[in-house]
C-alpha cells in the first residue's frame, strides 16, 4: 500500500527565510507525488507534482520540490517565505493504476510564517 | 478557472438523519471522489466513481454512504443515517482523467455537524 509521511506538524519561519516542509513515501511501484496547500476554511488547492524526469519541480506561487529516491522524500520548499503561505500543507501520492486512481494524503504540517 | 462547487457550505443535522451533500464538478472532468476530514486533521479517501459506478472505496464507505450522479453535472454523496463520528469536513474532487499527470481538483468543502 501507497503512503506518506510528513514528520513535522507544524514549521515556524520569519518572513523572508527559506523554508522547507518536509515529506517522505513509500510506493511499490513508480512514485507519484503532489503538494497540495489548504487555507482555513477552503479547499485543497495543488501546487506541484513529480511524475517523472527532473527532481527539481516547480509549481505555484514560488513553490518547489526536490524529489530524492534514494531518501524516498519529495520535501517542499520555497527559498523567501511570505506571512500569506501560512497554511497546511499536504503531501500526497497517487497511485498510478486503476481507474480514477486515488490521492493518499500525508497528516498534513501547519506552516506558520512571522513577520 | 473553472472550479469545483459543493453545496451547502455548512449542514447540521441530528444524529439518525440522511444528508445529502451536493457537488458540481468541472465540466469536462469524468473521474470522481469523495474525501472527508475531521476537524484539523488527515484528509481521508472515501470513494472514487466513473463511468456512472463505484471504481474504489475505502473501509470507512460503509452501507450507511451512497454516492450519485443524478444528472450531467452533479454528484452527491449521501449518508442515510448519521452517527456523531460522521462530523467532518467533506470534500468533492473531480479529475480530468486517471493518468498520474492529472491533479484532482477539490471543492471548498461541506462542514457537517451532526448533533
Known amino acids: 500500500a501507497q503512503s506518506v509521511a510528513q514528520p513535522e506538524d507544524q514549521v515556524n519561519v520569519a518572513e523572508g527565510n527559506p523554508l522547507t516542509v518536509k515529506c517522505t513515501y513509500s510506493v511499490s511501484g513508480n512514485p507519484y507525488l503532489f503538494w497540495y496547500v489548504q487555507y482555513p476554511n477552503r479547499g485543497l488547492q495543488f501546487l506541484l507534482k513529480y511524475i517523472t524526469g527532473d527532481n527539481l519541480v516547480k509549481g505555484s506561487y514560488g513553490f518547489e520540490a526536490e524529489f530524492n529516491k534514494s531518501q524516498t522524500s519529495f520535501h517542499l520548499k520555497k527559498p523567501s517565505a511570505l506571512v500569506s503561505d501560512s497554511a497546511l500543507y499536504f503531501c500526497?501520492?497517487?497511485?498510478?493504476?486503476?481507474?480514477?486512481?486515488?490521492?493518499?494524503f500525508g497528516t498534513g504540517t501547519r506552516l506558520q510564517v512571522t513577520l | 478557472e473553472p472550479e469545483v462547487t459543493q453545496t451547502p457550505s455548512h449542514q447540521v443535522t441530528q444524529m439518525g438523519q440522511e444528508v445529502i451533500l451536493r457537488c458540481v464538478p468541472i465540466s469536462n472532468h469524468l473521474y470522481f471522489y469523495w474525501y472527508r476530514q475531521i476537524l484539523g486533521q488527515k484528509v481521508e479517501f472515501l470513494v472514487s466513481?466513473?463511468?456512472?459506478?463505484?471504481?474504489?472505496k475505502s473501509e470507512i464507505f460503509d452501507d450507511q454512504f451512497s454516492v450519485e450522479r443524478p444528472d450531467g453535472s452533479n454528484f452527491t454523496l449521501k449518508i442515510r443515517s448519521t452517527k456523531l463520528e460522521d462530523s467532518a469536513m467533506y470534500f468533492c474532487?473531480?479529475?480530468?482523467?486517471?493518468?498520474?499527470?492529472?491533479?484532482?481538483?477539490f471543492g471548498n468543502g461541506t462542514r457537517l455537524t451532526v448533533t
Open positions: 500526497a501520492v497517487r497511485d498510478g493504476g486503476g481507474t480514477a486512481s486515488k490521492l493518499t
Open positions: 474532487a473531480s479529475s480530468g482523467g486517471t493518468g498520474v499527470n492529472s491533479p484532482l481538483h
Open positions: 466513481f466513473y463511468n456512472n459506478e463505484i471504481s474504489e
